[in-house]
């Protein structure tokens, strides 16, 4: 595949990632498997640039947002991830990709839109100055500089290159390739040959001190937990034993289940017992015993209006039948004798069709019962070839990891030998603080002063104000008047009066408002003697309807109770080959499942229990090499010979390492 398809899909995987709803392992592997036409080589390489790219995403996001702000104002935004994408082989795999690799992917494009993005991206004075600045709100100085802008920075005389011939392109001022001509050959002159030099002697190498190595009781339980655990255990099985010799040994003629008899007996004793204790007892009454079982439930105005209403519009519609009747109208009976016929003819299909439904189902059953017993088996056997491929690879990836190991304790004494003299120019720091940190404190303190003084003039003239509030509050005030109620206040209006004469009209209007309650209660009383009538006449009604309906409903019960008795059968001919189909097709599955039942055996169960084991001590070599790589690297930090971030890397190589010989 050339370099514009291999950026199209992940232009296309970058447009289609959505963080909240996808992950990113899932939403690669569902875009490659839709992708068949990928090798295993393109395939990588795309997943390795989407996992990249969204991993980065913070730090390809500044430079493609600067871009759209500043240089990128028509630009179109859809080609946002297209800029991402290239920002991201600039910036982590130009090392990898080479120059040429990385032109193929900028000629892929247009020539327009290529050289107004690289002119910005690119542009020295932008990644030294603002770009670097917000690189490093991301990430620290040092992995910025380090990691990302010096390896860019080394590449930028052939990218400006390639922004050039972008902007000769643009303005048609593309040259020729010239020919190359054959270089002259120089021949060295017929000189004597200088002596050879002495090889000077290396320098030895810096070793640290040894340290001390930590006592093997610090990891070894102490002998008095082994004591007491073997005490626990033997303990524990003597109880066990007793335990099997006592139920062995019990009476079998003994039964400590009481007759009926005699908990009858207990319980009146002890009914008689407490019956004594009980002096002062609050006797409560008794429940009050019922007539009938059929208790009639209490119906209040509503119901027995609408139910009324209801038996009411039926005794009408039976009148308004029984006149048409009258007038010369047809019996429905015939027609609803048919209608009945048919629709038991066709419940007796359907029941049919549900039956034949229901055998296929389970026939449907049966057989994809068989065809997973046969997938089974077929993927047991993939499971297996699967198993001796795994097996390969993890040799060689062990071979691998040892050959990174080596590779890193290289470095780690590198990194070791940078860092001797880190301990003092760190206390030279703490030195230069504790300084500036006294002349501080010496200025806070004659602020504090100076601030003090304030507050307490300021406290002082409150005090004051507040002294003379209260004395001002404590003199005595006068609040009694004198009123006079038969006069009035002299206002000169015309519904002016006093308060004698306004007492009094209140007192006739209560008068009369009370006379208009009692009014008002008579006709209520009147309302309500009307309406108990008319519930009285509705509940005679009712009681007659349901009498009625209840004599109706025997009869139907006892009508449905006869037809129960005769048991209905489905004698259709597609239903009976169904069901011998599903009973060959239970057999097959029966045959099939005891041939591939797995019968246990001595020598199947002790492999299990060797494999539990080694699983075991696998397990717990891996905890010992993890516990002695921490300890390790915690004592190189507290003697000041690592930095913490060389410590964490150490670590995390040493589990890596630790992991793996486990596995």
Not at 213 to 232: A, F, M, Q, R, W
Request: charged content about 35%; glycine content about 2%.
């Amino acid at each position: 595949m050339n370099h514009k398809e291999l950026l199209r899909h992940c232009v296309a995987i970058l447009d289609s990632f959505d963080p909240v709803i996808h992950g990113v392992e899932g939403h690669v592997s569902k875009y490659l498997r839709d992708e068949q036409t990928l090798d295993e080589s393109e395939k990588t390489f795309i997943t390795e640039v989407f996992s990249g790219c969204v991993r980065h995403s913070k730090i390809m996001k500044v430079v493609v947002t600067g871009f759209y702000v500043q240089s990128g104002k028509n630009s179109l935004r859809s080609d946002i991830n297209l800029y991402t994408v290239l920002c991201y082989l600039a910036l982590f795999r130009l090392d990898e990709l080479t120059m040429s690799h990385y032109r193929k992917f900028i000629q892929s494009q247009d020539t327009n839109k290529m050289h107004r993005f690289l002119a910005y991206f690119l542009n020295e004075k932008n990644l030294k100055t603002w770009i670097k600045d917000e690189w490093c709100q991301i990430y620290e100085s040092s992995y910025v500089q380090t990691d990302i802008l010096s390896p860019l920075l080394n590449w930028l005389p052939e990218l400006n290159e390639v922004i050039q011939h972008l902007a000769n392109k643009i303005s048609n001022r593309v040259k020729p390739k010239k020919q190359t001509r054959a270089t002259t050959e120089v021949k060295p002159f017929n000189i004597t040959k200088p002596r050879p030099r002495s090889v000077p002697m290396p320098e030895p190498i810096p070793t640290l001190k040894p340290h001390q190595p930590v006592p093997k009781s610090t990891y070894g339980k102490p002998k008095d937990v082994k004591h007491l655990n073997k005490v626990k255990e033997d303990n524990r099985r003597k109880a066990e034993e007793r335990l099997l010799e006592s139920s062995k040994s019990q009476f079998s003629c003994a039964n400590a289940e009481k007759s009926v008899k005699a908990k009858s007996r207990l319980a009146s004793i002890v009914a008689e017992q407490d019956s004594k204790l009980n002096f002062e007892k609050n006797r409560a009454r008794a429940l009050p015993q019922t007539l009938n079982d059929n208790i009639p439930i209490r119906l209040n105005a509503a119901t027995i209006l609408r139910e009324g209403a209801m038996y009411q519009k039926k005794e009408d519609q039976e009148l308004q039948k029984l006149a048409r009747l009258e007038s010369g109208a047809r019996d429905a009976s015939d027609f609803l004798k048919w209608q009945g016929t048919m629709r038991q003819k066709d419940m007796d299909e359907e029941l049919a069709e549900i039956e034949r439904r229901r055998i296929a189902g389970k026939l449907s059953h049966e057989e994809a019962i068989l065809a997973r017993q046969q997938l089974i088996q077929e993927n047991k056997q993939k499971v297996q070839e699967m198993k001796e491929e795994a097996n390969r690879l993890m040799q060689e990836y062990l071979e691998k990891r040892l050959e990174e190991e080596e590779t890193m304790k290289g470095l780690v004494e590198d990194v070791l030998m940078s860092h001797q003299n880190a301990k003092d120019a760190k206390s030279k720091l703490t030195a230069y603080k504790r300084k500036v940190v006294e002349e501080v404190n010496e200025e806070s303190r004659e602020l504090l002063k100076q601030a003090l003084e304030e507050a307490e003039a300021e406290m002082r003239r409150k005090i004051d104000i507040i002294q003379q509030i209260r004395a001002m509050e404590s003199v005595p005030k006068i609040r009694h008047k004198f009123v006079d109620l038969s006069s009035t206040a002299g206002h000169s209006l015309l519904s002016e009066m006093s308060m004698a004469e306004l007492r009094e009209r209140l007192a006739l209007l209560k008068i009369a408002e009370r006379e208009g309650e009692e009014e008002k209660r008579d006709e209520i009383l009147a309302a309500k003697q009307a309406k108990d009538q008319l519930l009285m006449d509705k509940l005679e009604q009712i009681s007659k309807h349901r009498a009625a309906l209840g004599e109706k409903a025997a009869i139907k019960l006892e009508e449905k109770r006869k037809g129960k008795d005769s048991k209905f059968e489905i004698q259709d001919p597609k239903v009976i080959e169904l069901q011998q189909r599903l009973e060959q097709r239970r057999q097959e599955r029966i045959k099939t499942a005891e041939k591939m039942k797995i019968t246990p055996n001595k020598k199947s169960a002790q492999r299990t229990q060797s494999l539990a084991k080694e699983k075991k001590d696998l397990e717990a070599s891996r905890w010992r090499e993890l516990e002695r790589t921490r300890e390790r690297a915690a004592s190189l930090k507290s003697q000041g010979v690592i930095r913490s971030h060389s410590a964490s890397k150490l670590t995390s190589f040493r589990q890596m390492s630790a992991g793996q010989a486990a596995t």
